[in-house]
């Protein structure tokens, strides 16, 4: 076991102002505003015998088939297995 690597990242997810949200069934229109970014993160720890990558999205839900395609695209960019 070699020594520990560790990477991080973060992108601003947050959708423009008008977009429909879900968990809002309330409302009658798109958001009015932004109070706080959504952020997606990773985090990668390498030890030189096993890669981890943990992703963490401010979001309610993704759909299975995205989650599916993101997955496949990580394994042929990064050679980590889902």
Do not use: N
Request: with cysteine; hydrophobic share 45%; aromatic share 4%.
């Amino acid at each position: 076991m070699g020594q520990l690597q560790a990477g991080i990242a973060t992108v601003d997810i947050t959708p423009p102002v008008g977009t429909w949200l879900a968990g809002f069934a309330g409302r009658h229109k798109g958001s009015e505003g932004i109070h706080d970014p959504l952020r997606a993160r990773a985090l990668v720890l390498d030890d030189g015998d096993t890669r981890l990558l943990i992703i963490t999205c401010d979001i309610l839900s993704l759909a299975y088939p995205f989650i599916d395609d993101l997955k496949a695209r990580i394994e042929a960019e990064s050679g980590l297995p889902p």
